[in-house]
């Protein structure tokens, strides 16, 4: 089976059009989101729409929880995103993300593999690429999965911890690794191994960063760096 892992759109509609014409050419068997769905981006309406439209699993990522609690502990900055991005979404949208679940939990050919935004144990906690290996075994060891998949950090990975397979989707909206091309993995699934490939993909990324600019985004120089450099402002 060949599972497409999306990850981390962060309302970023031509980097999410990119990624799905690009695996429908590839081919999958099915899809799995992994979350950040719409904000901090200036298409979240339109995003959410598109991937409620798929019909795929999404799980419930840091963002869907700012975006729809009450009154989330935020810098000025965030809660900014936060207003101008709730005041673009239907209010049934925001309903279904914040009813989205925890994890997604699939077992294909003997396999067991675990979805989750952030880790097995919460969508804040970041697990990267460089994180110690104690920290990870840490993380997963109540995962009960022979494949963990995650996303939160925006950097595509993936490592052997223990007997445990952790793959890092990376993000298609908002990429922090240093490649500023959408980020996406396919998992090819057998009966003997889980194999990854994890794939980026060229957008129009002035259309993003024009789109943001004409829309009154409120945080549009880190957007614009982000999006033009694929890793944060120092």
């Not at 925890?102 to 396999?111: D, I």
């Not at 990267?128 to 995650?150: G, I, R, Y």
């Not at 996303?151 to 490592?159: D, I, V």
């Not at 957008?203 to 960063?209: I, K, L």
């Amino acid at each position: 089976m060949r599972i497409g892992i999306l990850s981390d759109i962060h309302g970023n509609l031509p980097a999410l059009e990119a990624v799905l014409a690009d695996m429908e050419r590839r081919g999958v068997d099915r899809v799995v989101n992994l979350g950040d769905v719409a904000f901090r981006g200036p298409f979240p309406a339109e995003c959410t729409v598109r991937v409620r439209q798929m019909g795929a699993p999404v799980i419930l990522g840091n963002t869907e929880v700012w975006l729809t609690e009450a009154e989330p502990k935020l810098p000025e900055a965030l809660l900014a995103v936060r207003a101008w991005t709730r005041e673009r979404m239907a209010p049934a949208d925001l309903d279904w993300l914040a009813a989205l679940p925890a994890e997604f939990r699939l077992e294909v050919a003997g396999q067991r593999l675990l979805f989750a935004h952030g880790s097995p144990r919460s969508n804040m906690e970041f697990l990267f690429p460089f994180t110690p290996e104690a920290d990870l075994k840490a993380a997963l060891a109540a995962s009960a999965a022979d494949v963990v998949v995650v996303g939160h950090t925006h950097w595509a990975f993936s490592r052997r911890i223990g007997q445990v397979h952790l793959i890092g989707a990376g993000s298609i909206g908002l990429p922090f690794d240093g490649d500023p091309r959408a980020a996406y993995a396919i998992l090819e699934v057998t009966e003997r191994s889980v194999g990854v490939t994890h794939v980026r993909v060229a957008y129009d990324q002035e259309r993003t960063v024009a789109a943001a600019r004409e829309s009154g985004f409120p945080d549009l120089g880190f957007l614009e760096y982000t999006v033009r450099k694929g890793q944060r402002p120092e």
